[in-house]
């Protein structure tokens, strides 16, 4: 079309409606020049310009400029290609399939009676597609076996249907979308009607339960497929060689990813069902099994565990290489005071190991009951004593009291022989391997071996109260000592401090305690060569993170990846020593 004939029509429909071309300029926000230039076929416009000097006059675009326009046809094709191809975008951002092309949709559909059909049909099939969605995920959790396949057909289904659509618009300008809805009518008179029902199935699709989002600590929400690209740059920029995440909402794992190497320098990729070193994480599990055999009636809380015993401890012929010999405390004056209840909140006045003692004796550092002070020698103690009182080894009571129970099939206090086929080695800060340790006797403190799979089964159990009574775990999550020290290790644990009151840090039975705006939180953590683990429960709310990694650089990401994911920012994770990698 030549640039008279818009000029011609501009200005017929100019003098129609009475405007002068100041006027028509003063309603739009094209100038009076610009105007001038167009109706003395000077310019060839935009098609933006031309939809504006439209809409101020009343008319349609094509009144102005005829639609079979060769400049419009390369327009049409690249807004056709829009309209289309956008929808896929929804795969990485819950409903942008059905949103993009209908601000596109309405964006364009008067400039071209192309784009108000191809829009509508698009918008019509993704609605669709939501709907499907949901219900294949309905399908997947009533339906046995089928809904399975329904459920991971339905996306691929989908997205081919959209490849080929826009193969096909790219071609010959035409699209089929099958099974769509007839949401939006073609014909011009229902689209008020139509996008009524648009809204409607929108209303839907939003009301539907989102399984791709995360709910956090304080109520904000977080994309699974962003926390899977924040775990995957963490563990890049710190050297993390593996790495097992799950997230808890409404007490069950809604979120679990593994990334990295089970083995980094053979390129072994680290799984679910991978055998890893629990560390201190044991002493969680220790816990439960304890408070289970409380309520068993076989000891107390609070009555001293030498009492049960018909002969001191000290007396007894060590049955282990190194861990039930007493023979130490043969002339401590103080350890006979010690009760299962300062074992598990770490007030015994042991030192952590024995080894680290100056002589390499074991020894009580002052009145127990009265200090915190972290102690895997506090574990063991009531472990042997336990051991005695029931005739049955570490090992033997928590198969029958946790592992079988839960389900926890790959979990132990000691290597087993099938671990062989399937374990983690421990990764130094270089990346180099530690040797796999696989002669440890049965610790409750520290001997743990499990998998990502089996400590999600435990900590559900623990989030829903399993296993033990309800009123035992009010006691377990209970603060029974409060902590002032700088730190949990190393010279701040001399330092006293208030830096922690605004969380009121404290010690369980077994747990760490802290407050936050949210409800309490209980932790535990898990320290050892290649190996270090953090996990939080917030049982009020349901929610909690374990993770579990096979790298010295491991604890360098768990103040920001704690942060993201839960919005966690109440762990104290300087008193942890949990310093970030980017410091």
Excluded at 136 to 148: A, P, R, Y
Excluded at 213 to 228: M, N, P
Excluded at 490 to 510: F, M, Q, R, V
Excluded at 567 to 576: L, R
């Amino acid at each position: 079309m030549s640039n008279q004939s818009l000029a011609d029509r501009l200005r017929y429909q100019r003098k129609i409606k009475g405007f002068s071309q100041e006027e028509l300029s003063n309603k739009t926000s094209v100038t009076v020049r610009t105007i001038q230039r167009i109706e003395n076929a000077e310019v060839n416009p935009h098609l933006n310009t031309i939809k504006l000097l439209a809409v101020a006059l009343e008319v349609e675009v094509g009144d102005l400029l005829p639609i079979d326009d060769p400049k419009v046809e390369t327009v049409k094709k690249k807004w056709l290609l829009l309209i289309h191809a956008t929808p896929l975008l929804g795969i990485f951002m819950p409903l942008f399939n059905i949103l993009i092309p209908l601000f596109l949709w309405i964006h364009k559909r008067e400039d071209n009676p192309i784009y108000n059909t191809h829009g509508i049909k698009v918008i019509n099939f993704q609605i669709t597609a939501a709907i499907l969605a949901v219900l294949s995920f309905v399908s997947l959790v009533t339906i046995e076996k089928w809904g399975f396949f329904l459920f991971i057909l339905t996306v691929p289904i989908c997205v081919g249907i959209v490849i080929c659509n826009i193969i096909y618009v790219l071609r010959a300008d035409k699209c089929y979308y099958p099974f769509s809805l007839p949401f939006l009518k073609i014909k011009k008179r229902h689209t008020a009607d139509s996008i009524a029902l648009l809204l409607v199935a929108l209303s839907f699709v939003q009301c539907a339960p989102d399984h791709a989002t995360i709910e956090r600590l304080d109520g904000s929400t977080v994309a699974k497929d962003s926390i899977t690209m924040k775990i995957n740059q963490l563990t890049e920029d710190a050297q993390v060689q593996g790495m097992a995440v799950a997230i808890f909402n409404s007490k069950q794992p809604v979120y679990q990813h593994l990334s990295g190497y089970k083995d980094a320098p053979q390129k072994l990729a680290l799984t679910d069902s991978t055998n890893m070193y629990g560390a201190s994480l044991s002493k969680a599990v220790f816990s439960v099994l304890v408070m289970k055999m409380i309520e068993d009636s076989i000891i107390d809380l609070d009555t001293p565990l030498e009492s049960y015993l018909p002969k001191k401890l000290h007396e007894y012929t060590p049955q282990t290489r190194w861990h039930d010999d007493f023979s130490d405390l043969k002339d401590d004056s103080l350890y006979h005071l010690i009760t299962a209840r300062m074992c598990l909140t770490h007030t015994t006045s042991f030192a952590n190991s024995r080894g680290m003692e100056s002589d390499h004796k074991l020894k009580t550092h002052g009145t127990p009951g009265t200090t915190y002070s972290y102690s895997g020698e506090g574990f063991i103690y009531l472990q042997v004593v336990l051991e005695k009182l029931t005739g049955k080894g570490l090992e033997q009571l928590a198969q029958e009291i946790i592992f079988q129970p839960l389900g926890m099939n790959k979990s132990s206090y000691e290597w087993k022989p099938r671990f062989d086929k399937d374990f983690a080695y421990g990764h130094q800060t270089n990346g180099k391997t530690y040797p796999k340790d696989k002669d440890n006797e049965p610790r409750g403190g520290s001997t743990l071996e499990t998998t990502a799979e089996d400590y999600v089964k435990f900590l559900t159990a623990v989030l829903n109260q399993k296993i033990i009574h309800p009123s035992s775990y009010e006691e377990i999550f209970r603060p029974q000592i409060r902590i002032r020290s700088l730190t949990q290790f190393g010279e701040g644990t001399a330092t006293s401090t208030d830096k922690y009151d605004d969380i009121n840090l404290s010690y369980g039975l077994g747990w760490g305690y802290l407050e936050t705006p949210y409800g309490i939180g209980l932790f535990k953590e898990g320290h050892g060569n290649g190996f270090q683990h953090y996990s939080i429960l917030f049982p009020e709310s349901g929610k909690g993170v374990l993770i579990l990694t096979n790298s010295d650089n491991g604890e360098s990401i768990f103040k920001e990846l704690l942060a993201y994911t839960m919005a966690d920012t109440y762990t104290p994770w300087e008193w942890e020593n949990y310093i970030p990698y980017s410091h």
